[in-house]
């Protein structure tokens, strides 16, 4: 990470989730992943799968996609609330945090509905936000998933997209590292959310995020439009 970003913030929590589909409203995260960064290196993850309420089933090409069943979920899965409590306490004492995703809005939208469930959507209200993926639409062309930015910087052998939310968190920290070596700009991207710049915005606004319009065409970046 960057000297800037740590000397705004004395805490990096970088997440992935995993879901039932993309419908925040009616789907839910089946797997909640995170790893804590403070300046010092790691200080925490999390690596949760999460129960379905009785009588759900996982759609089957959630299950393609992830390799999550619903005997694992059943076996191994923790309740909402457990799940929720402990993503909160990799927050416990940051006084300024910086929460960090790729595809960030996608992800957030769905993590302040499943912690508004238990009453702790409040641990959302200090963190300022930074998304990845808006980061790399500035750096490389279309497409823009994470197995692509893995690829694009040679991290295969570091990182996989491997659909599961602990191993897409922690590819996106080995993703951040490097984009960062390539260019010391990170910190322009906080709270700035690049959109379709067609269909606009994916998902409910954060009342802190700024939207831009994200063209292809990668001639200044994002923050300076």
């Known amino acids: 990470m960057t000297k800037e970003l740590w000397n705004r913030f004395d805490r990096i ?8 589909g993309i419908d925040f409203d009616t789907d839910r995260i089946i797997e909640l992943g995170a790893v804590a960064l403070e300046k010092e290196g790691e200080t925490g993850s999390l690596n949760c799968l999460i129960r379905l309420p009785q009588g ?4 089957p090409f959630i299950v393609d996609l992830t390799g999550i069943t619903d005997e694992e979920l059943a076996q191994k899965g923790v309740s909402e609330e457990e799940a929720g409590a402990a993503f909160c306490h990799l927050l416990e004492g940051a006084k300024r945090p910086l929460l960090v995703a790729y595809n960030a809005q996608f992800d957030l939208n769905f993590l302040y509905w499943f912690l ?4 702790n959507a409040q641990v959302l209200r200090l963190p300022r936000f930074l998304d990845a993926l808006t980061v790399y ?5 279309y497409p823009h998933k994470l197995c692509n930015a893995i690829e694009a910087y040679h991290l295969e052998d570091e990182a996989v997209n491997s659909h599961r939310a602990v191993d897409d968190a922690r590819a996106t920290v080995r993703l951040l590292e490097e984009m960062a070596r390539e260019k010391n ?7 700035l959310f690049g959109t379709h710049p067609k269909y606009g915005i994916n998902g409910r606004k954060i009342s802190s995020i700024t939207y831009k319009p994200q063209p292809y065409q990668r001639t200044i970046p994002l923050y300076e439009r």
């Open 13 to 20: 929590v970088v997440f992935d989730t995993e879901t039932t």
């Open 56 to 59: 759900h089933r996982l759609p």
């Open 116 to 119: 508004k469930k238990s009453g």
């Open 137 to 141: 639409k500035d750096r490389r062309d």
């Open 185 to 191: 700009d990170l910190h322009c991207y906080i709270d």
